[in-house]
């Protein structure tokens, strides 16, 4: 977990925002539980990558930072499930925002990728950023 300065506020709201949804995971989270509560569980299935330790503390701190909420139901073996609060689904259109981002940035270096294997062997290319166009040098 970070390390937190109490004794000073955020430069900028910027700064609050990422300091809330920020890293790795947090968003991607998030996206996962904007159409439906998950269990620990699912969550981790979604999310191959993350070890269950660091699932626990970006659910934990996300549950702190009051986007999530975390529901414990008396059964055996004990069912945890986790849901946006109404401030964490205020961050919908913000994340779907972010999704399309993703999805054409993807799009963009697929293409740089395929223009550059298909550039003739030997010759230099430089891929420009704006266009993800391959040229010759």
């Known amino acids: 977990m970070r390390a937190r300065s109490y004794d000073c506020g955020y430069g900028c709201p910027i700064e609050a925002a990422l300091d809330v949804i920020g890293g790795r ?6 996206y996962h539980l904007l159409d439906r509560q998950q269990r620990f569980g699912e969550l981790r299935r979604l999310l191959p990558k993350i070890t269950q ?8 701190e996300l549950e702190r930072d009051g ?13 945890v499930e986790y849901s946006l609060t109404s401030f964490g689904s205020g961050l919908r259109p913000l994340l779907l925002q972010l999704r399309e981002v993703g ?10 990728t395929e223009t550059i294997a298909d550039a003739p062997p030997g010759e230099p290319t430089i891929v420009s950023p ?8």
């Open 53 to 60: 330790r660091m699932l626990t503390l970006q659910l934990r």
């Open 103 to 112: 999805v054409e940035h993807m799009a963009r270096q697929r293409a740089a």
């Open 25 to 30: 995971w947090k968003g991607i989270i998030l």
């Open 130 to 137: 704006s266009s993800g166009r391959a040229a010759a040098r």
């Open 67 to 79: 986007l999530v909420h975390r529901e414990v139901y008396p059964e055996t073996p004990l069912r």
